[in-house]
């Protein structure tokens, strides 16, 4: 059984920076995709925030392009998701997701909020 935990969130104000990390336990399966979603109160979508997948390349919205870097230590089973240039339209719950052919595990989330 896969379990993601994130950690790193937190309160900041426009214009700085954080750094979000999940780690994962279990047998985590190979050519997985590691990546980061977002839903920020009041909505019902969840946004794809970034993507790395088992050969390191990297997807982002527009949105966050430029702003934020994803990242992964295999070895640690750890990912990481570098968040700079906030705005406070960035603020949501951010939840780690790993996807694996035929399933996906989502964390619990960890909240991001930017104040103006």
């Known amino acids: 059984q896969v379990q993601l935990v994130e950690s790193g969130g937190g309160l900041v104000q426009a214009g700085g920076s954080l750094r979000l990390t999940c780690a994962a336990s279990?047998?985590?399966?190979?050519?997985?995709?590691m990546a980061w979603y977002r839903q920020a109160t009041g909505k019902h979508e969840r946004e794809l925030v970034a993507?790395?997948?088992?050969?390191?390349?990297?997807n982002y919205p527009d949105s966050v392009k430029g702003r934020f870097t994803i990242s992964r230590d295999n070895a640690k089973n750890t990912w990481y998701l570098q968040m700079s240039s906030l705005k406070p339209e960035d603020t949501a719950l951010y939840y780690c997701v790993l996807s694996v052919t035929g399933n996906r595990y989502w964390g619990q989330g960890t909240q991001v909020t930017v104040s103006s």
């Open positions: 279990g047998k985590i399966p190979a050519g997985n995709v």
């Open positions: 993507s790395i997948d088992s050969g390191d390349r990297t």
